[in-house]
């Protein structure tokens, strides 16, 4: 087993405060998840501002790089064929992003925007059914993608352009901080990636299995138990490790390729056997909305809620600054995949590419899914609102598809597509864990037993946190720990800024045909 590759201090770092973090949760979880409640109440409601700016400045930067001189940048040398066709380029990013938690929300989601809608709207009004439409396309929309792309930035630029053979955040950060991204500050940096990744896993676990579990109650009459859960979870693991293990072109892509085509004929039949002309018209007055409300979307914090005699709501809180945190969280995770999957495009590619196709495949899936589930509701075909307030979102999921014919293959295919959409998220999130915590990437890809071994850290955590009853402290933890990530993201764009300008000049400077220009030895070859 090669070790020499691996950087010990990060490795040995990110275990240490995964264990020193959770251990107290699992031996005092009452007062762990009351202090975490605590610290997630006085982040989000005191720095909300700063999540949303964040993600709105993103969106902002990212269009003025892609339509920049910066755009122009090619992630590999000129002539260079792209490593991954555009389909199965769009179908991994989309994957490593979104993850079953898609399936979930955007069956369900409506649902509780229509109870609670934003603006002070009266619930279940017209004005919220418009609402509820618009507003889950908007926090999967373009903002959330822009986030993810951000990171990519530098860490492709550095990757396949500076030839700096290194899967690295804190690597990433070093035109701003110079050497100390070598040193305790970089491993920090990294560290602080490692725990928002592997707790922001703990959302999308808690999503994915009790709907997996329902449609496995649905399919085989075996009640939904921690057993089950448990069982189900590692299934998963078991098959992203394989995925994992076996790279990106043998296990990820293939995988995500499955992934996607199976996802396409589920909306499809929905589609076609559902109330399509409703769909379709209610998915394009949304998307007008969207654009209309876009900016005030994304700006509203509810301001005039600390007077008294103001009606809070806390949907700022509730739901567009808790996306931006998770989204936050997992960026470092899916920049660093999105920059490894994209040799060969250029900057411009890389950057409208996942931010159109991300946002195209969340439309389809809320405006497909969320819709289907509204027109039960308001054609009284179905009590979906009253059945999800005594059941629970996973098994009204289920029951919005019992309504459809052959329902019992359809359930069957939405469970293994849970299954399949759990697993690529985690199966790039283990390639990309492995890759921060070695030295060197060579030939791009992670030492194989390292990557098992994130594979199975990636269950761990969640695992024993629901044993105890308690995946909410975990998502809790996720979102605290995306508050010092958006530090870690401004030093990401500024550090790509400040790389490529210089390389731009220098290429000027000495007429070279290539973007990178390695200075001292130009400078060493003059004085000889």
Known sequence: MNTKLIDWPTFIGALVVLLAVT?????????????????????????????????????????????????????????????????????????????????????????????????GIEPMTKEAIEQATTYGIFHWGPIAWALYTLPALPIAYFYYVRKKPVLKISAATKPVIGKLADGPLGIIIDVLFIFGLLGGAGTTLALGTPMIAEGVRELTGIPVTLGLQAVIMLLCTVIFAISAYSGLNKGIKVLSDINIWLALFILAFIFIFGPTLF???TTFTSLGLLVDKFFRMATWLEPLASIETYPETRFPESWTIFYWAWWTVYAPFVGLFVARISYGRTIKEMILGTMIYGTLGSVMFFGILGNFGLYLQLSGSFDVIN????????????????????????????????VIFLSTTFDSASYILAAVVQKRVPGGEALRWNRLFWAFALLLLPLVLMFIGDLETLQTASIIAGFPVMFIMTLLGISFIKAAGSDIRAMKEYRSPNIYIDRRSIENKKEE
């Open 23 to 119: 251990l107290p949760l699992i031996l005092f979880p009452e007062a762990g998840a009351e202090v975490l409640n605590i610290i997630n109440n006085f982040v989000t409601g005191n720095f909300g501002i700063l999540y949303l700016a964040l993600g709105l400045l993103a969106f902002i930067f990212l269009l003025y790089v892609a339509f920049s001189k910066y755009g122009k940048i090619k992630l590999g040398k000129r002539g260079t064929e792209k490593e991954f066709g555009s389909f199965s380029w769009a179908a991994m990013l989309f994957s490593a992003g979104i993850g079953a938690s898609i399936l979930y929300w955007g069956m369900i989601e409506w649902a509780y925007y229509y109870q609670g809608p934003p603006f």
């Open 387 to 418: 059945y999800m307030n005594e059941y629970g979102a996973p098994a009204t999921i289920i029951e919005i598809l019992n309504q459809l014919p052959i329902s019992g293959f359809i359930v069957l295919i939405f469970t293994i597509l849970s």
């Open 279 to 281: 769909i379709s018209e």
